[in-house]
């Protein structure tokens, strides 16, 4: 019997899903899940180091570094194949912003 997968608590569902290069009508996509956008957004924009990134998603440490590697590997393929980036889905749950908690200066709550 195995062990049910956490739920990664995010700050909020991003705005703008999807990146790439203008112009482009391709079809064939590069999927980035939310909770590997928001260890992005916390270790990258945010500053969080990756213990204080695993605390704010409700993670372990060991969980957030794969899937911060597993989302520069999808940013970098998208900028080398100029296929277009899109984040969507994943296993998560949106973060109620108590004040324990704060998401940083990128969260869309933030006041």
Known sequence: MYRARKRRRICSIPSNN????????????INMTLDE??????????GFN?????????????TVQGIYASAREKIAKSLITGKILL??????????HNKKRRCGMGCSKHT
């Open 18 to 29: 999807k990146y790439g290069p203008l112009g482009v009508k391709n079809k064939d996509y």
């Open 37 to 46: 956008y928001e260890t992005i957004r916390l270790i990258d924009y945010e």
């Open 50 to 62: 990756q213990e204080n990134c695993a605390l704010q998603m409700n993670v372990a440490r060991t």
């Open 87 to 96: 984040i969507e889905g994943g296993n998560y749950q949106i973060s109620d």
